[in-house]
């Protein structure tokens, strides 16, 4: 088996939703509302529970 590589997350993520999708395990629309959601989670965690170490206090991770 040939092994992958990847320049991103994002090429990662897609792939293993394609593999979700192809295997039969998930539908293209869940998998879509589950990486909006997890984006959702993921931005209100960084707003809310992390907490800086050090760096300027007006930094934010830019959420697509």
């Given at each position: 088996m040939k092994s992958r590589q990847y320049d991103s997350f994002e090429q990662i993520t897609a792939?293993?939703?394609?593999t979700?999708?192809?295997?039969?395990?998930?539908?293209?629309?869940?998998?879509?509302?589950?990486?909006?959601?997890?984006?959702?989670?993921?931005?209100?965690?960084?707003?809310?529970?992390?907490?800086r170490t050090c760096g300027d206090a007006e930094t934010r991770l830019d959420m697509k």
């Open positions: 792939d293993i939703d394609d979700r999708v192809y295997g039969g395990i998930h539908f293209r629309f869940d998998q879509t509302a589950g990486a909006r959601q997890g984006l959702q989670v993921g931005e209100y965690v960084y707003k809310h529970n992390l907490r």
